[in-house]
């Protein structure tokens, strides 16, 4: 069971990242997917998750109307779109998911969001 983030990079503020979590060695369809945050000095934070079972999404406050998690099971992936993106939004991103109790974290995926 893996999940390998990308898409990060550098952007100003006020642009746009689409990030990718493929997943692999589990039926997409059945799990929850979640993205995460950790920016240096702040706690780690819960930024959207996404369940398989009727696609209902969860966002965290300071990402909502702003962020879109969706998911394209046929490609076992699960993208999030970030636009009107903040200096506050720099962190390394991950995407979790819960595997027969377990927790199966991806390696992250840096953005920067700077002038």
């Known amino acids: 069971v893996q999940l390998q983030a990308s898409g990060g990079g550098w952007v100003q503020p006020g642009g746009s990242l689409r990030l990718s979590c493929v997943t692999s060695?589990?039926?997409?369809?059945?799990?929850?997917i979640a993205w995460f945050r950790q920016a240096p000095g702040k706690e780690r934070e819960r930024v959207s998750c996404?369940?398989?079972?009727?696609?209902?999404?969860y966002y965290a406050d300071s990402v909502k109307g702003r962020f879109t998690i969706s998911r394209d099971n046929a490609k076992n992936t699960v993208y999030l779109q970030m636009n009107g993106l903040t200096p506050e939004d720099t962190a390394i991103y991950y995407c979790?998911?819960?595997?027969?109790?377990?927790?199966?974290r991806g390696q992250g995926t840096l953005v920067t969001v700077s002038s």
């Open positions: 996404i369940r398989g079972t009727d696609n209902s999404a």
């Open positions: 979790v998911t819960s595997y027969r109790d377990t927790t199966i």
């Open positions: 060695g589990f039926t997409l369809d059945y799990y929850v």
